[in-house]
Structures are given as structure tokens and as C-alpha cells.
């Protein structure tokens, strides 16, 4: 497969890689012999002590790609690693060691998209209270998104990795990559399913906080997993918010939604990530 690299990353070499990564993966994770060449899953490690990230209590972290996942060294290690590993899968879903699409991940890059993992909510709130997510935007990274530890793969319910992680690509890795297709609170191809969804009854997102541009990245938070199998399991759990809730529903209901999912161009996941990256 081409090599990435931000020097490569215009269209034309998205083009020429997304035509070698189509063939689909192997649905059984430990069936596929690994690659000795592949490089090694990047490991949570202690966070340089310049770093902005640390200067603001992070205290380790892992980055490939220019996307970046933190937490502090209250948060158990091997939940930090299960986060990041989920993200990488969203973004080198064929784990071939190069991000599916270039694009989304210069986008990315651009904006120092970061991943805090915070070992309480009432940590967060101190962060927060502290204009910290300021101080790192200042400092160039502008794209965030949020986990708590107990949120990481709990052993009695959903695991909001799937989620908050995928959020970050999502709303600024597609969105910035390709604005008329998939710009989250603006006029799109996105919006307009989404707004179709909602009139058909399928998406009932009622957060009064949540503005058009939060409404479209819940849907396609939504629309993905449910895609890939990700909410088979909870389909009354989420009923009040989202009813395709199956593969199988959602080719059924939202055909035109399937198809933007699944578009070449865009080279989205067509694997729900296990937390085991390469």
C-alpha cells in the first residue's frame, strides 16, 4: 500500500491510495496473519514534560497520525491504550499501518485533534473551570474531545469509546475535509439526511444544548455504528433516540444514507473497532 505522508496527502494520492485499501477486511480479528512489516501500536507513554498537554496535568499520551489521545496518571493505563487503539481503528480501519483516508487526517492534524481522558467527571469540571481547553487551543489544539474513565469500556454496558472518539473524526476530520458533504451545522449532504431522518421518525435527538451542528454529528455517530452493527444489542435501549438501529434496517429505511456511508471517496470504517489496533 502507498506510504502516507502530509506531503502526499492532496487528492490525487487519496485517490491512489483509497484504490488499494477497498478490498474488505476480514471480519475475525486474530484470522489475519500479521503483517511482521506493520509498525508497532504506539503505547501509552509519559507525556515530555514541555508538552503542552502536560503543562495542564496530562500526564501521559500517545500520538500517531498527528491525532493525539491524553490522560492523567489516575486513569488505569490499559483504558487509555483501549481508547486510542479505538480511535486508530477509525482512522486505519484495514490496519495496514496508513490512515484509510489522508484527507480527514491532514484535517486533523491541522486542528491538533486531541482525545482527553479524564479520570472523573469532577476532574473534567476543574479542567474545564480552569479555561484549560483554552490554554490548549491557543497552543494549537483546537480539535477536542472528551472520555472519562468509567465511561471506557465498562464491564456492564455500552462502551462510549465507540462514540466520543468517533466524534472527533467525525466532526473535524470529514466535516473539514469535505464541508459540502459532511460540514456538521451548515448546509450539506449530511444535514439534509439528517433532516430527513428526523421527519421519517428515526432520529429524535431532544438535548436542548444540542444545536444543529451537535444534531449532525450524533446522526452520524448513529448512522455508522448502526451500520456496522455497533447497537444491535440496544435497540430499546435507544429507541427514544434512534430506531435503524440494525444493518439490516438501516439499508432498508435510509438507502440514500447507506450510500454516503459506503462512498469510496470517503473511505469511512467498514469495521466496528475492537480496541485491538494492529
Known amino acids: 500500500v502507498t506510504p502516507w505522508s502530509p506531503a502526499t496527502a492532496g487528492p490525487a494520492a487519496l485517490d491512489a491510495h483509497m484504490t488499494q485499501v477497498t478490498s474488505p477486511r476480514p471480519q475475525d480479528h486474530q484470522s489475519r496473519a500479521r503483517d511482521p512489516r506493520l509498525p508497532s ?8 514534560t514541555r508538552h503542552s498537554l502536560s503543562l495542564v ?3 501521559r499520551y500517545a500520538s500517531l497520525f498527528g491525532v493525539t489521545l491524553a490522560a492523567n496518571a489516575s486513569v488505569p493505563r490499559w483504558k487509555a491504550q483501549h481508547a486510542f487503539n479505538v480511535l486508530m481503528e477509525y482512522i486505519d ?4 499501518g496508513a490512515p484509510d483516508n489522508p484527507a480527514i487526517v491532514e484535517a486533523l492534524a491541522k486542528q ?21 481547553g483554552d490554554l ?3 497552543r494549537g489544539r483546537s480539535a477536542i474531545t472528551v472520555l472519562v474513565a468509567e465511561e ?18 467525525t466532526q473535524f476530520g470529514w466535516a473539514a475535509a469535505y464541508p459540502r458533504i459532511w460540514s456538521e451545522g451548515r448546509n450539506s449532504q449530511l444535514r ?3 433532516l430527513e431522518a428526523q421527519h421519517a421518525g428515526h432520529f429524535d435527538y431532544r438535548d436542548p444544548t444540542c444545536l444543529a451542528a451537535c444534531q449532525d454529528t450524533e446522526f452520524a ?35 440514500n444514507l447507506v450510500g454516503l456511508l459506503q462512498d469510496p471517496r470517503f473511505a469511512l470504517p467498514n469495521r466496528l473497532p475492537d480496541g485491538r489496533y494492529l
Open 41 to 48: 501500536t504506539p503505547t501509552i507513554r509519559k507525556t515530555p
Open 57 to 59: 496535568g496530562f500526564t
Open 93 to 96: 480501519n484495514d490496519e495496514d
Open 112 to 132: 491538533g485533534a486531541t482525545v482527553l481522558v479524564f479520570s472523573s467527571w469532577s476532574e473534567f469540571e476543574r479542567f474545564d473551570n480552569r479555561d484549560y
Open 136 to 138: 490548549l487551543s491557543r
Open 152 to 169: 471506557v469500556k465498562p464491564a456492564d454496558s455500552f462502551d462510549a469509546t465507540l462514540e466520543e472518539t468517533l466524534h472527533l473524526v
Open 192 to 194: 439534509d439526511l439528517r
Open 221 to 255: 455517530y448513529w448512522a455508522l455504528t448502526s451500520l456496522l452493527g455497533g447497537q444491535v444489542d440496544r435497540c430499546d435501549e435507544v429507541a427514544h433516540e434512534w430506531t435503524l438501529c440494525t444493518p439490516a434496517m438501516m439499508l432498508s429505511e435510509a438507502p
